[in-house]
């Protein structure tokens, strides 16, 4: 395909693919959560859905991989990756009360929010491109991993390894995809190990609706982002970073109302 055509198809900008993104990602948890605080975090209750809402519920997954993908890409274009770090570090704990307030009778009072887990790919990415031995690099990307287990930190080591292929394959364009599209089906096949207590068909709607949503990022991020900034870099920037607290806040006073 000549440049000329796959250039008529980069028709987003990077405010308005996280905008897509977390548009998606907020009526996703806004009606699964609203459910799930309901039933007192009973996850079983997805699976006695209509379908057609079970597969509206995990199109949520669309936004993660975007903003694991731009994790990577604001590692190599951002002035000063120290403040970039701490801004995230800050984010996140300022997130957190509000991701208690929705979800801890899912998850419970030690998971936290993906925000950690988008600092910790970071973190990964320092260690990757740092200039000590490559064992020692490995090492510490091990430990970062393991980090996100520790505190249960949303996606957690899933999100970091996303973070790191899509940084190291930068470059290579198949090997990226063959990474992301392996990394993709092993998060999503792990959901099989369901088969027995859960409804097949449910689950195989949840799968395969996951996996489209891991696709049609992947092709937001390599064929339609036209690596641009938006008109106001500033202001989105900041707006993105309050969102993710302000949207935790809206689904828990929706919560409140419509489950008394």
């Known amino acids: 395909m000549s440049s000329d055509v796959t250039k008529k198809y980069k028709i987003f900008n990077r405010d308005m693919m996280k905008c897509l993104a977390i548009f998606i990602m907020f009526w996703g ?23 057609w809402e079970l597969a509206l519920i995990f199109t ?37 009360p509000f991701d208690w307030l929705c979800l801890h009778r899912v998850q419970g009072w030690w998971h936290t929010n993906v925000i950690f887990t988008l600092f910790f790919g970071l973190l990964a990415l320092m260690a990757w491109e ?29 999100g970091v390894v996303f973070i790191l292929f899509l940084h190291i394959f930068r470059e290579k364009p198949k090997a990226r995809c063959i990474a992301y599209m392996s990394l993709a089906l092993l998060h999503c096949g792990i959901n099989l190990f369901s088969l027995g207590s859960t409804p097949v068909v449910p689950l195989l709607v949840q799968i395969g609706t996951m996996f489209l949503m ?30 993710y607290p302000l949207h935790y806040l809206v689904i828990w006073i929706v919560q409140r109302i419509v489950n008394g």
């Open 214 to 243: 891991f696709v049609a990022a992947y092709l937001c991020m390599t064929v339609f982002y036209n690596g641009r900034k938006g008109k106001h870099p500033t202001f989105a920037k900041w707006f993105f970073y309050c969102f």
């Open 60 to 96: 949520s997954i669309f936004c993660p991989p975007v903003m694991f993908f731009f994790i990577a890409d604001g590692y190599k274009y951002t002035r000063d990756r120290k403040k970039y770090a701490l801004r995230l570090l800050i984010f996140a704990a300022i997130a957190q």
């Open 130 to 158: 740092s200039r000590y031995k490559l064992w020692q690099r490995i090492g510490l990307v091990v430990l970062i991993c393991g980090a996100t287990l520790l505190i249960m930190s949303d996606w957690m080591i899933f």
């Open 29 to 51: 948890h806004l009606i699964g959560w609203v459910l799930l605080d309901r039933n007192d975090g009973d996850l079983s209750v997805y699976y006695e859905l209509p379908l």
